[in-house]
């Protein structure tokens, strides 16, 4: 390898796709792997010895995983660029990686030029998302600033859930009907809906209402 070389590390739990990572990049002209690490504790021994200028990371590993993992190299070895290399591609995951301070995120299906001009654009300090990645991150900021519920807000939605009349619903929360019936019109205006039922549903799936 030349001195130009750029010198990574390669973390992941699964020994087989940590060879087949490490085979698919032996060959690439200007990519040094210095080292292979099976979790995230083992990967930060790596980097303290190393100072690679990439570790291409996994996220779900024993011991430390990727997210955490991540966030003690981008602390302690800044000079080190994270890249994420990982089956999952869930929002919370993706959001996880991110916040992290991982400088980029790619799926396990990427191709060996994907791979290597990912590494090289990550050493120049450059973001890399997974296409798949990005559209979820695109989708994801256009949709609408989401409204929280007030506390009262989420006791009328919980009381709608346990399958309460209106007339019930102020029973349980000592309020007149009429307020209930305020409550639910502004509840439906937060959450772009038009009945009870769906109103709960989406509320559940924005994370506004935690159900046993």
Do not use: C
């Amino acid at each position: 390898m030349t001195g130009s070389s750029l010198r990574i590390i390669v973390v992941d739990d699964h020994t087989v796709m940590r060879a087949g990572v490490v085979a698919l990049l032996a060959s690439e002209t200007g990519i040094e792997i210095v080292g292979e690490a099976g979790d995230g504790r083992a990967a930060l021994g790596l980097v303290e010895r190393h100072e690679p200028d990439v570790a291409l990371v996994d996220l779900r590993m024993p011991v430390l995983d990727g997210v955490a993992t991540t966030t003690e190299i981008v602390t302690r070895f800044p000079r080190t660029r994270v890249l994420i290399l990982t089956t999952y591609d869930t929002d919370a995951e993706i959001e996880r990686a991110v916040e992290a301070g991982a400088i980029g995120y790619l799926l396990k299906d990427t191709t060996r030029e994907q791979l290597a001009d990912a590494i090289h654009a990550a050493a120049r300090g450059e973001t890399v998302l997974a296409p798949r990645v990005a559209e979820r991150l695109v989708a994801r900021m256009r949709q609408p600033a989401q409204i929280p519920l007030t506390a009262r807000e989420a006791d009328v939605l919980n009381a709608v859930a346990d399958g309460l009349t209106n007339a019930e619903i102020g029973r349980r929360l000592v309020i007149a009907e009429a307020t209930v019936k305020t409550h639910l019109l502004r509840l439906f205006a937060k959450l772009d809906v038009n009945d009870r039922t769906r109103a709960v549903v989406v509320a559940m799936e924005r994370g506004l209402l935690h159900r046993p």
